[in-house]
């Protein structure tokens, strides 16, 4: 059984696809993390994003590893400072490139493969990683509670942020997402739509659940 969860930044899909696979006792993938990483590793070493060779050149000798919400890159546990708007941007500017997404693409179609049963999350899970997946969800919520709800994740984890900054960064992610040649974001027709701005964690997870039993 293949669920996957696509969306815009903040849209929940994290919150809620973590909480339907444990409550499910499927494997959880966060495909963003995997972006995320990558884009953490680049900018340490100062590579240049506007070059998808250099990039390649890189991720090509990187591991990057997920247990269930936690990311190892090259075994360093990143699972916590990856989650800052900048690399979140680095992760949309890396994810436009082609060779980026197929790199990306064939290491979640494997991570899916072993697991079997999933609940994956990101931009791509229901149109390419898994066309055929047994539900495909696609979240939604307005920019401005997507950045309230950003703030206070970003809060609970220490980091000092400021809202007009995290609603502007997010404004700039969802245009690159939903323009991009590649992939853009964008349900098929087969997705079920969820707008999560006035809906509760616990109301989304039982309208997955009544789906998921249809
Ligand atoms: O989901 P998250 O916000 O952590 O993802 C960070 C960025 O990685 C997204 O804004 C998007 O550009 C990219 N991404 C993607 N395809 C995915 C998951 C994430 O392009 N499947």
């Known amino acids: 059984m293949i669920i996957a969860i696509d969306g815009p930044a903040g849209s ?15 494997t959880y993938i966060d495909t963003g993390a995997m972006y995320r990483a990558a884009a953490l590793k680049l900018l340490r070493l100062n ?24 990311v190892f890159l090259d075994g360093e546990d990143v699972s916590d400072i990856i989650r800052t708007e900048e690399i979140g941007n680095v992760a949309s500017i890396i994810a436009r490139y082609p060779k980026v997404r ?4 064939s290491k979640q179609r494997e991570l899916g493969e072993i697991a079997k049963n999933v609940v994956i999350e990101g931009r791509d899970a229901g149109s390419r990683i898994f066309p055929d997946a047994d539900l495909k969800i696609f979240m939604t919520a307005s920019a401005e509670i997507r950045a309230q709800r950003r703030v ?5 984890k220490g980091f000092v942020v400021d809202y007009n900054h995290i609603l502007q960064k997010i404004l700039e992610r969802d245009k690159l997402d939903y323009e991009r040649k590649e992939s853009p974001l964008r349900p098929t027709e087969d997705y079920i ?17 009544s789906l998921i039993n249809k």
């Open 102 to 105: 197929k790199w990306m693409v």
């Open 152 to 156: 206070q994740q970003l809060k609970e």
């Open 193 to 209: 739509i969820i707008d999560t701005t006035d809906k509760s964690i616990e109301e989304v997870i039982d309208y997955i659940k």
């Open 12 to 26: 929940g899909k994290s919150t809620i696809a973590k909480l339907l696979a444990k409550e499910l006792g499927y």
């Open 47 to 70: 590579i240049n994003l506007e070059n998808e060779e250099e990039i390649m050149n890189v991720l090509e000798n990187t591991q990057i590893l997920l247990k269930d919400s936690q």
